[in-house]
């Protein structure tokens, strides 16, 4: 071969051993004709050893049959290019084992002869490099999954325990209202206390002076009306507590109600007969007397409560010389009882706030009062199934009206 004469072969072989790639040089028929000292190494041959062999000996026998081919299209085209396009290549020691490679292929013709000039770069460390990086990649993906699954599991914890919390300080907030609530309630009672029971325990006190003074078999209407004075005052101080009491049942949430059947006369006789104590000159309260026969079912206490409150405001809101009217209105399970009086009246852009604890209307600040009683009626009502509505007007009297359920149970 006078391409590779001894001069211009030394100089190939200094150029070629010079480079760290492996140099594999074949002809057209596909016999090596040089190799350079890397190109043996890489695939263990002696120096020399692979001239006059087929290419395919470099080549594993599974990927021999494309390579042959590929290396004949390859110097009929001949472009320099890289093998593989993607996909890997591996080279065959002469020990058999194989081995990732890399590898150029530079056509040349000399003196009408065809070459290729294989470059092969052997990959091994660096395919081990890569595999280690895509080990640790994926090592690193599988605890990055893990930490994420783990953070996950952490914010929803985290997410409940938020609820959790949230919960607990709606309750102390609530219970907090509710203390609050009732440390108002007692303030208030103390105030009212101071205020409310001073009159008539002095009237008890002045009638109860009276009464002993008042020696005679004669005085005995005397005696009498003082004595009517003092039950007066401490029925409607035993009314005051009552109603306060039941605030702070209710604030409590301690109220419960017990239901029974029984006669509605026996509730409205028993009140009506309280209030006519408390009437004033010439006031009188027409009630139906034809009620013995009707039964209801319903928290006796409660019943008693709503109508002495309605009854007692009806006495103290009204002149004297008025009626009161108790009307009964039997209905399909339930029954309804309404007050009318003659008094005061509620001004007009007072009364949406009639129900509100504590409040007074103007008209009504000259009588005493707390501003408990209807707004004890409407809670219980309303926790029991029951309304209170009412109508009034100024100067021309008021009317109440208290629905509740009343389903006779059958037994
Ligand atoms: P109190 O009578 O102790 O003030 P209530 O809660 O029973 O408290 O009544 C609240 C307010 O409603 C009264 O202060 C008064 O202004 C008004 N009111 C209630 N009933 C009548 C009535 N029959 N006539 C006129 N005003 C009334």
Redesign the pocket.
């Known amino acids: 071969m006078k391409v590779f004469d001894e001069k211009k072969g030394n100089i190939f072989k200094i150029l070629s051993e010079a480079i760290s790639e492996g140099i594999v040089i074949v002809n057209d028929k596909h016999e090596i004709v040089t190799s350079n000292d890397a190109g043996d190494r890489m695939f263990g041959y002696e120096h020399g050893e692979l001239i006059g062999k087929n290419l395919s000996v470099l080549i594993p026998q599974e990927y021999r049959s494309n390579h042959h081919v590929q290396v004949n299209e390859f110097m009929e085209n001949s472009d320099p290019r890289q093998m593989g396009h993607g996909r890997d290549l591996y080279g065959k020691r002469k020990d058999g084992s194989t081995f990732p490679v890399e590898a150029g292929l530079n056509p040349f013709e000399v003196y009408g002869s065809k070459y290729v000039m294989a470059l092969v770069t052997d990959i091994s460390v660096r395919k081990q490099q890569e595999l280690q990086i895509r080990e640790l990649n994926n090592e690193l993906e599988l605890k990055i999954e893990k930490r994420t699954q783990a953070l996950k599991e952490s914010i929803i914890e985290l997410e409940k325990e938020v609820v959790k919390r949230k919960d607990a300080e709606d309750k102390i907030k609530e219970s907090l209202r509710k203390e609050r609530e009732l440390g108002e309630l007692k303030t208030k009672f103390l105030s009212l206390v101071s205020h409310e029971f001073k009159t008539p325990l002095s009237g008890i006190l002045t009638s109860a002076t009276l009464v002993e003074k008042y020696k005679e078999t004669s005085q005995q209407d005397k005696r009498e009306k003082h004595l009517k004075t003092i039950q007066n005052k401490v029925k409607y101080l035993n009314n005051?507590l009552n109603?306060f009491l039941s605030i702070e049942r209710l604030e409590s949430g301690r109220e419960t109600y017990k239901y029974s059947t029984f006669p509605l006369s026996k509730v409205v006789n028993e009140v009506i007969y309280n209030a006519n104590m408390l009437l004033k000159e010439g006031q009188q309260i027409n009630y139906p007397k034809n009620i013995d026969g009707i039964q209801v079912y319903f928290d006796e206490k409660i019943l008693e409560l709503s109508l002495t409150?309605?009854i007692?405001?009806?006495i103290?809101?009204?002149p004297e010389n008025t009626s009161i009217d108790v009307i009964v209105l039997p209905q399909k399970d339930a029954m309804s009882i309404k007050?009318i009086?003659q008094?005061?009246?509620?001004p007009a852009k007072?009364q949406k706030f009639?129900?509100n604890?504590y409040?007074?209307?103007?008209?009504?600040?000259l009588?005493?009062?707390?501003?408990?009683?209807?707004?004890?009626?409407k809670s219980h009502l309303n926790n029991i199934g029951g309304t209170i509505i009412?109508e009034?007007e100024e100067n021309k009297?008021?009317a109440?009206t208290i629905t509740f359920p009343s389903k006779i149970p059958k037994s």
């Not at 008094?343 to 509620?346: D, H, L, P, R």
């Open positions: 005051i109603d409150n309605l007692n405001n009806a103290k809101y009204s007050i009086d008094g005061i009246g509620i007072e009639i129900f604890r409040f007074r209307a103007e008209n009504a600040l009588n005493q009062g707390t501003g408990i009683g209807l707004n004890i009626v009412f009034s009297g008021s109440f």
